[in-house]
């Protein structure tokens, strides 16, 4: 397959059938003409286009949105009964935990990263991250079965979320609200579910960003300039097939897209009148209950090994630590 900028088989193909439904369109609308392939102009060849271009949207719209759970009504913590998460014991130490549970998205290990995105399981890998990790602390823990419970989160300080589309229960955002809510710490690398967002006053647009004007293959550079202890030592960051977030409180965002930067719904890297424009939030830092969260924007932030990605996981993880 080609390489585009997408990170599951159903965003491939959405992007295919996407693409052949604009031609059969265009050939039954009698604009273009293939000379070699026998195509007919009429409404039949028409409406199979406009079916193409439909299903190839839905597909494009479940990489980059996520797929559907079972379980997708919002949980409002705060319309729970009082009394239903009992505070949980947080770490003193500096102990990680992360969630390596879901089957798509990023893992950790090579073998799930094939099952994920046979094609370029590079997109689904995230080891390298974990072997920074390592190198900072001496240990870290993996919870490799769903569900999140509060079991598999006692006596940790920091829980580590990689992008996933897989969704989180009910039962699971409870669990993780309120481990924040006790004293724990979170730190939320790349999309995920936008009904565990909502707790804490975020959500993902879900729509990938480009900038008016640049030039690029599939590559945004945003620039740092911010004194924050997250972002100390990085120039920019280089981000691939990028996501914004929304949030309810400005005053956590310390990172911002340029104010060239848009939405591009339509994903034809052309800014168009009805496409909303920027800056936008990247990343997210705040404080919540007893405990401490980072969030960042981009789906894969760590994907291809840049450095100064690197950098900003481990300085986050750091400040939250340290909080």
């Known amino acids: 397959m080609p390489d585009m900028p997408v990170n599951t088989i159903f965003g491939y193909f959405g992007v295919m059938a996407f693409l052949f439904g604009v031609i059969l369109v265009l050939s039954g609308a009698g604009v273009i003409k293939l000379l070699d392939i026998s195509i007919q102009e009429g409404q039949k060849t028409l409406a ?3 079916v193409f271009i439909l299903v190839g949207a839905g597909l ?12 997708r009504q919002p949980v409002l913590i705060s319309e729970l009964p009082n009394g239903t998460a009992t505070p949980m014991v947080i770490s003193s130490e500096p102990r990680v935990v992360i969630d390596d549970s879901r089957e798509c998205g990023e ?66 955002i409870i669990t993780i609200e309120n481990f924040v809510r006790s004293g724990g710490r979170l730190l939320i690398l790349g999309s995920i579910d936008n009904f565990l ?3 804490f006053g975020i959500r993902y647009l879900g729509t990938p960003i480009e900038l008016d004007g640049a030039t690029y293959d599939w590559e945004i550079q945003i620039p740092v300039n911010s004194a924050d202890p997250i972002l100390k030592e990085i120039p ?10 929304e949030v309810e409180d400005p005053s956590t965002v310390i990172l911002w897209t340029p104010k060239n930067a848009y ?50 996981v481990l300085n986050a993880l750091e400040w939250l630590i340290n909080q």
């Open 197 to 199: 967002l909502s707790q």
């Open 236 to 245: 920019d960051l280089p981000i691939h097939s990028a996501t914004v977030l």
């Open 107 to 172: 893992t950790l290990t090579r073998e799930k990263a094939n099952r994920i995105n046979p094609e370029h399981p590079e997109y689904a890998y995230a080891g390298d991250l974990a072997i920074e990790i390592q190198n900072l602390y001496t240990s870290y823990d993996v919870i490799n079965e769903k569900p999140i419970n509060t079991d598999k989160l006692a006596n940790y300080r920091v829980l580590v979320l990689l992008s996933n589309c897989d969704g989180y229960s009910p039962e699971e």
């Open 263 to 312: 939405l591009d719904a339509n994903m034809n890297r052309i800014q168009e009148n009805a496409e909303k424009k920027g800056p936008f939030p990247m990343v997210v830092r705040m404080e919540y209950g007893k405990g401490y969260i980072v969030a960042t924007a981009n789906r894969p932030i760590w994907t291809f090994g840049y450095s100064n990605n690197y950098v900003l």
């Open 48 to 50: 199979f286009g406009i």
């Open 60 to 71: 494009i719209s479940l990489d980059l949105n996520g797929l559907p759970s079972s379980n």
